[in-house]
């Protein structure tokens, strides 16, 4: 995929939306072509650090900043609808799933980047979803060339 692309992933079988129990917590949002809500969610990236999904119920965005060769900010924010009344909004079922998936994620690369500090680490192998850090890759390379 390119950056930008817009990217279909399925939420599985039975599962409506990225909640903890699978479950809509707010109602389909207006105009949402069928196909779409039958795929689950689909992604747009912004190269090299931000995307948007966008689920039935509710949009999150994800923002990545560098604060240094070790330090990331990551903001992620929820969008609902707004003729959705705020105290129809249960925020904690809302954002705990995606909380929790960034938060695994968080560790992950922090075991990663320790893995890469080895002396032993000469280099590293990237998944077909990591298209994006490709895509750094061979940006800051081309930069260097």
Do not use: N
Request: hydrophobic residues 40%; negative net charge.
């Amino acid at each position: 995929p390119a950056p930008g692309d817009l990217l279909e992933a399925s939420c599985g079988e039975g599962v409506e939306t990225w909640t903890t129990s699978g479950k809509l917590c707010l109602p389909p949002l207006p105009g949402i072509d069928p196909a779409a809500i039958a795929t689950g969610m689909r992604f747009a990236t912004f190269f090299p650090s931000a995307f948007v999904v966008g689920h039935r119920d509710y949009v999150r965005s994800v923002r990545l900043h560098p604060l240094g060769a070790d330090r990331i900010e990551v903001t992620i924010e929820w969008y609902v609808d707004p003729a959705v009344p705020a105290s129809e909004v249960d925020v904690k079922t809302l954002t705990e799933f995606g909380r929790l998936v960034v938060l695994q994620d968080a560790r992950a690369c922090e075991l990663a980047q320790r893995g890469q500090r080895s002396t032993r680490h000469e280099a590293g192998v990237l998944m077909p979803q990591e298209y994006d850090v490709a895509l750094f890759h061979r940006w800051v390379q081309e930069r260097l060339a």
